[in-house]
Structures are given as C-alpha cells and as structure tokens.
C-alpha cells in the first residue's frame, strides 16, 4: 500500500490541461495541418506519395487500386483512418482542386459540381510526372528519413522537391488557434521568381511579385485586385484576392445574344452556383436574367439568357457578381513550418529563399552522396586493375590457399572491399576483364568527383547548379507545355457599375391601399379604387393609390413629416397586410394625411389645416431613413393636411367658410423646411380644399349634373393671404372641389 502511494503525485490540474492541450496542439499543427516550406506537403501528403512510390506506381507503370495504395498507407506509415486518407488522395488526383495534380486517377474522382469519388475499391491511381519530381532524389540520401510509428520501417521527413510545390499547389488546413490558406501559382513564374531571387538575394518583394503576378487557380477565372494591393498581400503573407468568372457573350442573330460563362471562382461548386442563380430568378432578384442552363461537359459553360436584346451584358454579370458566387475572395494567409518546424507567417520572398536554403541542402547531401558511390566504386576498379595485371596469380591463390581473402590482401596490397569485389566476381566475367574499360571508367569517375569536390566546396557553383535544375523544370512543366500555361488572367480593377434599385425588382404593377388603422398592403395590377377593398371589421379605406413594384411611396404624417418606402416592400396577398408602424417610425398620435407615388420632377404643395403652406422641393420629401425626414414645422393644435404635386400655374383654396380664393402659384415660396406662409386668410374655420390648375384650363368642381367648369377667374382672382369671395353656385356643400 505505501509503494502505491508513493506513485501518486499531486499536480495542479490546470497546468496539467494545458500541458496536455499544449502538446496536443502542437501535434496537430505540425503533425496534421501545417504545410512545410520546403515541399508544401503535409505528413499525410507525403506518406501517401512515399507509399505509391514504394508501390512503384510511377507513370512509365500500371495503375492499382486505391484501396491497396491506402492500406499501405494507414498499416505502414500514417496512423488515422482510410477515409483521411482516401480523402487526401481524392484531392490530389482532381485538376480543379489542385493546380498540378500529383496523382493520376482513373474512374470517378468527384467533379466540380460537388460529386464525391467512388469508393476506393472502384478507383485506380499512379503517380504523376509532378509527383515524381518532388521525390526525386530519395534513393540519393538527399533528405533525413526517420522511423514509422510502429518503428518497422522508415518514412521521409521532407521530400526534395525538385519543383516549389507549395506556391505550385498552395495548401488549406486548420489547426488549433491558427490556419493556412496558400492559393495555387503558375510553375513559370514561380521558377522565374527564384532565378530573379537567386541572382539578387537583398531584393525586396516587388521585383518578386512582378515575376509571379499572382495566384493561379485550376479553375480559371480573373483577378481583378490591382498590383498595389497584390503586393501587398504577399508582403504582409496575408490578404485576399478579388476573383471573378469568366464569361463571354455569342451571337444569336437579329440583335439577339447569349453570355456564356466558361470559367468559375477556384472552389466554388458549379451546382450550388446555378441553384443560387436558378432561386434569386425564381424570386425576381433578378430582373434582367430570363433563364439559365447548364450546358456543361468537360469544360464549364453556363449559359445566361438575357430579358432582351437591351439588357447591357456588363450589367446583369454585375448583379450576379454581388449577389452570387461568380465573384468570391480567396483569403491567403501563407501560415507554414519553416526550415525550423515553426509556424509563422511569412511573405512570398521568404518561402522562395527557404525553399532556395532547402535546394541547396538538397543538392549538398545528393553530392556528398555521389562522392561517396564514386569514392567506394573508384577502391574497387582500383582492385579490379589490379586482379587484371595478376590474373593467373590470383587464380592461384584463390585454389590453395585456406585463407585467400587475407592472402590477397597481403600479396597486392588490397584492402578488404578490393578483395572481398574480387572474389565475388563470377567466373564468366572474367573473360570480360578489360584493362581498358576499367582504365576508362576510372578516368571518367576520377573527373566527375573532381566537379563534384568543388561543386562542394563552391557556393557560386551550387547556385548556378540549382538555377539549371529550376530552368530544366521550367522546361519540363513550363507555360509551353498544357499543363503548364497560365489559366487565371488579371483584370483592372472593376469600377463599380451603378445598378439602380428599380433595375434588381421586376416592374409589375400594383394597388397600395391603406386603411385607416394604419394596415397596409397591395394588390397585383390596377384595381378599380372605387373597389369595395375588405378590411377589418372596425376599419375603413384611408388612401388607394396605382404603382408600379420600382416606385417609392411617399407618405406624408399630420406633423409635416416625410417617410419614404419601396413599392416592391408593401406585403401581398389577400389578407389585411401588415401594420405601417413596422416599415415606419410613425409616432403614436401621429396619423398619415397623404400617400402618393414619388416622381422626381415633381414639385409639392404642403399645407396645413391653418392656411399655411409652402412649396418643397422633390430632392427634399424622399426619407433616407425609418425616423423619416421633418419638412414643415406646425403648431401644437395645427395638422399638416395637404400635399399636392405642383401640376400648374394657379392655386384654388377654399375654406370651411366658404370663401374661395384664387392666386398665382408664384406667390407661394419654395422652402426645404418651415411652417411656410398664409395661404387664405379665415376669421373662423379652416382651410378646407385646395386645387392647383392651368389658368387657361380654369378650376373644376363637381355639382348637379355633372362637372362645373369656371375659366373666368376675374370674381375669385386676387393675392395669397386674402379673404376670397363666396364659392360659385352649385359648388359641393362639403365645401370640396369633388366630393
């Protein structure tokens, strides 16, 4: 009992937490999601390409299953499940997820509109060019190799990476409190980078930048971000890149045309796409689209067919650019281990001249290598011209003697190697023993390890030897080859194309009514506004007026107070509506007075209930907000009860007494906001209806019989502020032009 006690310690436990949280975090930045900046691959990546070397699935060989290349994988070199595994494999093998892909798959691999693979007992892979590339030299000692997890075998720390595929492929992973985001590049430009780099190591990032302009994703598409702000993001090793479709427009004849889109954002799932675009149609989001199909095979072709001939393509590609996928942000953040095994976030010319220090340490060890084979070759060539010159000797020795290994060394001076190669060598060789071609061989390796000592010993020769193995690999994937040209272009930066409000609603016409309670809502089409209109059983129509779904309402309150709403928001339908008070701040004494369709060259008559008024502008009655916009200024027991467009020269104004005045509409002032002027001057009562009018049309009001017309102004004419005289006979007793 006291021994098991003895093995318990204290601890805190939440250092103990974060000891373990710790470790574990760190387990999963290097060991699961973090890229390397020497050869852009994370561990999974790069057990599953050792496995299918191991396999040797090189392009010159067949294909195998992919369950046989993942079963090596999780049972020799990665301890997760088939499904990471089998993931990560998926991935490398698709050309629009990778910009050079790094397995060669057969059967179904996914596609672009978001189709998974088949099963991995279904599919096949081997590796591919780019691939074997980036493991040249693993048979040359060129890279640390350390133990698996279960210790039975080896496995490649790093890769050599004959070719820069981190900035080549990019990479995505997230990790604990940190992630990385790195968008594919164009292997040209990146080998130009390094030349550029490898000349000038003190350059700054520009010069780098300019050689490889930007990302290159697989799926195409154009950059529209301008160089300052690409420079940018590669200086700081973060930013964003503005990424738009492609598209084309072809002509249909007799002034008709389609666009097509032939290129789509790295990433973005080309079904979801066309269901975005399919619903924001159905949903007349879209007013210049009148249909969309997908015409696609093994290349992407959208095709968008416009409203009509007038619709200006620029236009509609720019409503589904803000509202849809065909324009996204690849966000960067080149977060990656660096030569140390740190993550950090670094900029473009510090992954290049990590990947430089990783070349050369890369072309040190084949070299040493070499030296090495040649060194070891050379001690037994050496022993071979020796066997030669002594031929029937060393037949001799080899017959009698009890210890012949010893007895040649002994006689010849040979060492252990030289006569162990000695007597390994068949019988049937001997006959092949040229003094000549051993002397040639000798003299040739004695020249190849001279170059190589000072290859060693010259950093210069290291240099130039790396930038011909970057200008070979230009060569071999370079803008000349299929895979190798450039597949995204760069765009000036988009000025921003002013797409009105009513453009993005279908224009329909409409009936707005509101009743009295304040409910509003509206009709599809122009009803009759003498209509019945049902309503709650305590409410009753206030105002009807005909719109169209892209005017703007106006609606004017008791207290001189303007709001503004979009036709296209009034609630549909055949039920009571919605309450006004939720598109408007509309105070709670406060009752609408007018209610009439915005026309921008307008102007407006406001007056009160008092006989005051003024002229508004139409800039000033339009609300940018719900709180509304305070035009006229009225007194505690005074309401706003007018507001009529200025549609001719004369106003008629007609009080409750009666009393009828008609004056110049140049009389009234215009004002952006007051309580305005005396219109008609009253002893008792209000004002009562106002009528604005040509002079030469006369004013008009109903009576018995029909419409009274009276042109002759002379009774009635006279200044603002005045009295006026009696009504004319037969006007309404209601003291209203039309009852």
């Keep these: 009992m006291a021994e098991e006690n003895a093995k318990i310690k204290d601890v805190q436990l939440g250092e103990e937490l974060s000891k373990r949280y710790l470790s574990y975090a760190m387990s999963t930045i290097v060991s699961r999601s973090l890229p390397d900046v020497r050869d852009g691959l994370k561990p999974v990546h790069r057990r599953l390409l050792y496995a299918m070397r191991q396999l040797h699935l090189d392009p010159k060989n067949g294909f195998k299953k992919c369950a046989r290349v993942v079963g090596d994988v999780i049972g020799k070199y990665h301890p997760h499940g088939d499904s990471a595994v089998y993931g990560a494999m998926v991935r490398l093998a698709q050309d629009f997820s990778v910009r050079y892909p790094l397995v060669d798959g057969q059967g179904n691999f996914g596609n672009i509109d978001g189709d998974g693979a088949a099963a991995m007992r279904y599919t096949e892979a081997r590796l591919t060019e780019f691939a074997m590339s980036l493991m040249e030299g693993l048979n040359d000692d060129a890279v640390d190799f350390a133990d698996t997890y279960d210790g039975e075998d080896s496995e490649p720390v790093v890769m050599p990476a004959m070719v820069p595929n981190l900035l080549c492929n990019g990479s995505m992973g997230i990790a604990v409190g940190m992630a990385t985001n790195i968008p594919p590049h164009n292997l040209s430009e990146i080998s130009d980078a390094l030349l550029y780099l490898i000349e000038n190591p003190d350059c700054d990032n520009e010069p780098l930048v300019r050689k490889i302009k930007g990302p290159d994703f697989p799926t195409g598409g154009v950059i529209v971000d301008d160089f300052n702000t690409i420079l940018n993001n590669y200086t700081q090793g973060k930013g964003s890149f503005r990424v738009r479709a492609k598209w084309i427009t072809e002509d249909l004849g007799h002034g008709q045309y389609q666009i097509v889109v032939t290129e789509i954002p790295y990433q973005v799932i080309k079904s979801k796409l066309i269901e975005k675009i399919a619903e924001l149609l159905l949903n007349k989001k879209l007013p210049f689209l009148n249909d969309i199909r997908d015409e696609s095979a093994q290349d992407v072709r959208i095709v968008l067919e416009p409203k009509n001939r007038t619709v200006d393509a620029a236009m509609l590609m720019e409503q589904l650019y803000r509202q849809t996928d065909m324009e ?412």
């Design 328 to 739: 996204t942000r690849f966000n960067m953040n080149m977060n990656v281990l660096d030569l140390d095994g740190v993550p950090r976030v670094m900029s473009i010319k510090e992954v290049l001249h990590d990947y430089l220090v990783h070349r050369n340490s890369v072309l040190l060890r084949k070299t040493n290598y070499r030296l090495a084979k040649i060194s070891a070759r050379l001690e037994i060539l050496e022993g071979y011209l020796a066997a030669y010159l002594n031929l029937d000797e060393i037949i001799r020795i080899i017959r009698e003697e009890d210890e012949p290994k010893s007895a040649l060394m002994q006689r010849f001076n040979l060492t252990e190697n030289q006569a162990e190669a000695i007597l390994n060598m068949k019988l049937r060789n001997l006959r092949r023993l040229d003094e000549a071609e051993i002397k040639n061989e000798h003299d040739e390796l004695l020249a190849e390890k001279a170059e190589l000592e000072v290859l060693v010993n010259d950093e210069q020769k290291r240099w130039l030897a790396i930038s011909n193995e970057i200008k070979a690999t230009k060569e071999k994937f370079g803008k000349k080859t299929a895979l190798g040209k450039r597949r995204t272009e760069f765009a000036e930066a988009p000025t921003d194309i002013e797409v009105p409000m009513e453009a993005m609603i279908e224009k329909e016409p409409i009936t707005v009514i509101l009743s009295e309670k304040g409910w509003i809502r509206c009709l599809k089409g122009y009803a009759d506004l003498n209509d019945e209109f049902k309503f709650k059983d305590d409410d009753r129509l206030l105002f009807a007026i005909h719109a169209q779904t892209t005017d703007k309402i106006v609606l004017l309150d008791n207290k001189g107070k303007f709001f503004s709403i979009s036709a296209s928001e009034i609630p549909s339908g055949r039920g009571f509506g919605q309450p006004l008070r939720l598109m408007i701040d509309l105070a709670n004494n406060d009752q609408i007075a007018s209610m009439f369709v915005y026309n921008k060259e307008l102007q407006y008559l406001i007056a009160s209930d008092k006989g005051y008024g003024f002229i508004v502008d139409e800039n000033h009655i339009l609300a940018q907000t719900r709180n509304g916009r305070k035009i006229m200024n009225v007194a505690e027991n005074e309401n706003v009860v007018f507001c009529l467009p200025m549609t001719g020269d004369y106003v008629a104004i007609v009080g409750e007494n009666r009393k009828l005045l008609v004056f110049k509409a140049e009389e009234i002032p215009t004002m952006a906001r007051g309580h305005g002027v005396l219109l008609q001057k009253y002893k008792d009562g209000n004002i009562s209806d106002i009528q604005i009018f040509k002079g030469e049309e006369g004013f008009s009001y109903s009576r018995s019989g029909g419409i009274g017309n009276e042109k002759e102004l002379i009774t009635w004419l006279g200044h603002r502020a005045q009295i006026g005289k009696l009504v004319p006979f037969g006007f309404p007793k209601n003291n209203k032009f039309f009852k």
